[in-house]
């Protein structure tokens, strides 16, 4: 399946956002959805728009060469290749199926000096899965698209109704 579904794009601000926006009020969105658009697309505009919010996450701490994934969607292949071609670096499985709790966890035994550093904690398994290259161009149009949406939003949501302003 080819990256974007059909201009579909989704916000996946539904607890709010911390970055980059830092707003709490943020609201998650499907935006461009029309009837051709199938429960497939729908799937693929989440993941895609989870996938351009680790983007814009990244971007501001800026990138590094490698990624580590662990959890329930690092046992996902097409999730890996978005987030990979996305982020434009291959990522790694660990060797762990705990996700934030572990990452706690390495980091406190890295303060602690258990592990020197985060790398000598973490063990990666099997190969890393690498950017899709067809992909990267596309999405790098996409994020771009992604990035305009917020603000537009944003505004549109503060702007005060029609009839009030009538009233």
């Known amino acids: 399946m080819a990256p974007g579904t059909e201009s579909l794009a989704f916000l996946p601000y539904l607890a709010g956002e911390r970055t980059p926006h830092n707003d709490p009020e943020a609201t998650g969105a499907f935006v461009g959805l029309t009837l051709r658009h199938d429960r497939g697309a729908l799937v693929r505009a989440v993941l895609e728009g989870v996938a351009f919010a ?12 490698l990624g580590r994934v662990s959890g329930g969607g690092g046992r996902s292949d097409l999730w890996l290749r978005i987030v990979a071609s996305v982020l434009e670096v291959p990522l790694e499985r660990t060797a762990t199926d705990e996700g934030a709790a ?9 303060a602690a000096g258990v592990w020197e550093a985060v790398a000598a904690a973490v063990r990666p398994t099997g190969t890393p899965v690498e950017p899709v290259t067809e992909w990267v ?15 537009a939003l944003h505004l549109a949501a503060r702007e005060p109704d029609n009839e009030e302003q009538l009233a």
């Open 54 to 65: 680790m983007r814009d996450a990244l971007d501001l701490v800026g990138s590094g060469a």
């Open 102 to 110: 572990f990452g706690a966890a390495v980091l406190g035994g890295v």
């Open 137 to 151: 161009q596309p999405y790098r149009e996409a994020i771009d698209r992604f990035r305009t949406l917020y603000p």
